[in-house]
């Protein structure tokens, strides 16, 4: 680990000029030249420093790029960090990245240009080391991560199917934890649809939706704890159009979480059977929806990664400890892609500023803060 340190303490000051070369850039999701001007950047420091790079052109969002360091021994790695913000055009000219003490703030700073710069700086460092002691490491950008990856998930899972392990290089959580575990989460719609009828003059002829969502709603709360971390949420109603008229059509709109598959498998189970089970005549109801970000089980691999990250947070001299993440992330989608081998991964909540003493020892780890055996 100390044959790394040398040339990470001789680059501080290029990596921060690096970070403000890509914190001082508009690079929203929808930004496609800004986040292609990121993405070029990125390209070429790669190609600079001897990696293979191979770019992913993408038409509605900024183009992905994939950088190799070939090795001379065995396993394969893979880094992965994004190239977008949530920002609006104009945030990079109204407040530029600035020091506050030892806070670096700026649009992106920590989610995540310091985790991309970590990344690169770990493999330059290894590079610097003459280190080759494993066949692959390779780190894919992508470009469309703050609206869900949409566009590069496939890459992306394609990827990952191919390597050992896989680690996400968004920041650790605010107190320096790691993240090796986080909840899936599932997106469904019930809908609801009766008869509608003149609620004064024939009601007897209708078939109230609302009322029967209103069943289906208690039905859907007492599924929470169906398995041991599973959550059911009915967030948002909507049916019917004016007071008068017995309502034709109801819906809800749900957010289920789980930590673990099996959870997942046995709460999108009951949710389907649901709609069977109706309470007023002349009613019938629909499910829809899934799990979109698939649980990320602490398996052991996962835990094997995490204790790893432990051990050499020890060797430079501060100590780590690992957590679930509640909040749905790509992890999860690496999860699926990598059907059941490694990842580690960590995100942070939104914020602007970074301290930027951490990032020296975090890139000799060689994550962003965050761990993941075989990611997002």
Same mark, same amino acid.
């Given at each position: 680990?100390?044959?790394?340190?040398?040339?990470?303490?001789?680059?501080?000051?290029?990596?921060l000029?690096?970070l403000?070369?890509l914190?001082?850039?508009?690079?929203?999701?929808?930004?496609?030249?800004?986040v292609?001007?990121v993405?070029?950047?990125?390209?070429?420091?790669?190609?600079?420093?001897?990696?293979?790079?191979e770019?992913?052109?993408?038409?509605?969002y900024?183009?992905?790029?994939?950088?190799?360091?070939?090795g001379q021994?065995?396993?394969?790695v893979?880094?992965m960090?994004?190239?977008?913000?949530?920002?609006?055009?104009?945030t990079?000219?109204?407040?530029?990245?600035?020091?506050?003490?030892?806070?670096?703030?700026?649009?992106?700073?920590?989610?995540?240009?310091?985790?991309?710069?970590?990344?690169?700086?770990?493999l330059?460092a290894?590079?610097?080391a003459?280190?080759?002691?494993?066949?692959?490491?390779?780190?894919?950008?992508?470009?469309?991560?703050?609206?869900s990856?949409?566009?590069?998930?496939?890459?992306?899972?394609?990827?990952?199917?191919?390597?050992?392990?896989?680690l996400?290089l968004?920041?650790?959580?605010a107190?320096?934890?790691i993240?090796?575990?986080?909840?899936?989460?599932?997106?469904f719609?019930?809908?609801?649809t009766?008869?509608?009828?003149?609620?004064?003059?024939?009601?007897?002829?209708?078939?109230?939706?609302?009322?029967?969502?209103?069943?289906?709603?208690?039905?859907?709360?007492g599924?929470?704890g169906?398995?041991?971390?599973?959550?059911?949420?009915?967030?948002?109603?909507?049916g019917?159009?004016?007071?008068?008229?017995?309502p034709?059509?109801?819906?809800?709109?749900v957010?289920?979480?789980?930590?673990d598959?099996?959870?997942?498998?046995?709460?999108?189970?009951?949710?389907?059977?649901?709609?069977?089970?109706?309470t007023?005549?002349?009613?019938?109801?629909e499910?829809?929806?899934?799990?979109h970000y698939?649980p990320? &089980?602490?398996?052991?691999?996962?835990?094997?990664?995490?204790?790893?990250?432990?051990?050499a947070?020890r060797?430079l001299?501060?100590e780590?400890?690992?957590?679930?993440?509640?909040?749905?992330?790509?992890?999860?989608?690496?999860?699926? &892609?990598?059907a059941?081998r490694?990842?580690?991964?960590g995100?942070?909540?939104?914020?602007p500023?970074?301290?930027?003493r951490?990032?020296?020892?975090?890139?000799a780890?060689?994550?962003?803060?965050?761990?993941?055996p075989?990611?997002?």
């Open positions: 680990m100390n044959d790394v340190l040398p040339f990470l303490r001789a680059s501080r000051s290029a990596c000029a690096d403000a070369a914190v001082n850039v508009d690079c929203g999701t929808l930004n496609k030249p800004g292609d001007r993405g070029d950047w990125v390209r070429a420091r790669c190609s600079q420093w001897g990696w293979e790079v770019g992913f052109p993408l038409a509605d900024g183009d992905c790029w994939l950088a190799r360091l070939r021994g065995a396993g394969r893979l880094l960090g994004h190239l977008d913000t949530v920002y609006p055009d104009g990079a000219a109204a407040r530029p990245m600035r020091f506050e003490g030892e806070k670096i703030l700026g649009p992106g700073v920590c989610d995540m240009k310091g985790g991309l710069l970590v990344g690169m700086y770990a330059r290894l590079q610097a003459g280190f080759a002691d494993f066949a692959e490491l390779a780190f894919f950008f992508n470009s469309d991560e703050e609206v990856s949409p566009a590069s998930q496939e890459i992306s899972g394609a990827l990952a199917r191919t390597m050992d392990a896989v996400v968004e920041s650790a959580r107190n320096g934890d993240v090796s575990a986080r909840k899936g989460s599932g997106d719609t019930l809908k609801v009766g008869r509608a009828a003149h609620a004064g003059v024939e009601p007897e002829k209708g078939a109230n939706a609302v009322v029967e969502l209103a069943h289906q709603i208690i039905a859907l709360f599924l929470n169906l398995a041991p971390g599973v959550t059911v949420n009915p967030g948002v109603i909507g019917g159009t004016v007071s008068n008229v017995v034709d059509a109801a819906w809800v709109r957010d289920v979480r789980a930590i598959p099996a959870g997942a498998q046995a709460v999108t189970r009951a949710l389907k059977e649901l709609p069977a089970h109706t007023l005549a002349g009613t019938r109801a499910m829809s929806g899934d799990f698939p990320m &089980a602490k398996t052991p691999a996962v835990r094997f990664l995490a204790e790893l990250a432990k051990d947070a060797e001299g501060f780590i400890n690992d957590r679930r993440r509640v909040r749905r992330e790509p992890a999860g989608r690496a999860r699926r &892609a990598r059941g490694p990842r580690t991964g995100r942070p909540r939104p914020q500023g970074r301290i930027y951490s990032r020296q020892p975090r890139a780890r060689g994550d962003g803060g965050g761990v993941d075989a990611h997002t």
